[in-house]
């Protein structure tokens, strides 16, 4: 089941509703953190909401994501993350990688019926992806705020 949906993040639930959808995640999380492995429980202890996204894409039999996280008061960093044996669906289009940036506005990472693990995000303004994978390469290197501006001068430069 996605604990984390478009409508749970619009405010379409109720208070009683969001509270018992907050605390089932929490549950699942904990759940599913055991049976996480190949690089896939990193996924879980990454903070990318607000992340933009700089490039997604399927290359080959992997799925790779470059993304910027972080914030002023933790500080920023360029998060490279590779995933093998991996196949991007786009669930909501929105998702265009390429024509414009999009940010991170919450993730879920579940293992599905046959053992691989599945990384679900939505993004804003709009879009939704999923990555199924067996495994996934992680690395964090130094960046600035500098680097988030430049990347809104550019797309702002060229739309």
Request: proline share 4%; with cysteine.
């Amino acid at each position: 089941m996605r604990w984390l949906t478009r409508d749970a993040l619009s405010g379409a639930l109720t208070p009683e509703e969001e509270e018992d959808r907050g605390r089932n995640w929490a549950l699942e999380r904990e759940a599913v953190r055991p049976r996480l492995h190949s690089g896939a429980g990193q996924l879980l202890d990454l903070n990318v909401h607000d992340a933009v996204i700089r490039s997604l894409r399927q290359a080959g039999p992997d799925v790779e994501l470059r993304a910027l996280i972080g914030d002023n008061q933790v500080g920023y960093q360029w998060l490279t993350s590779c995933y093998r044996n991996a196949r991007l669906v786009i669930v909501e289009p929105g998702v265009e990688t390429g024509t414009s940036l999009f940010e991170i506005l919450c993730d879920e990472v579940t293992v599905a019926a046959d053992e691989t693990f599945v990384h679900s995000v939505i993004t804003w303004p709009s879009g939704e992806f999923d990555v199924q994978f067996s495994s996934v390469d992680t690395s964090l290197t130094p960046a600035d705020g500098n680097d988030r501006k430049a990347m809104f001068a550019r797309a702002n430069a060229s739309s």
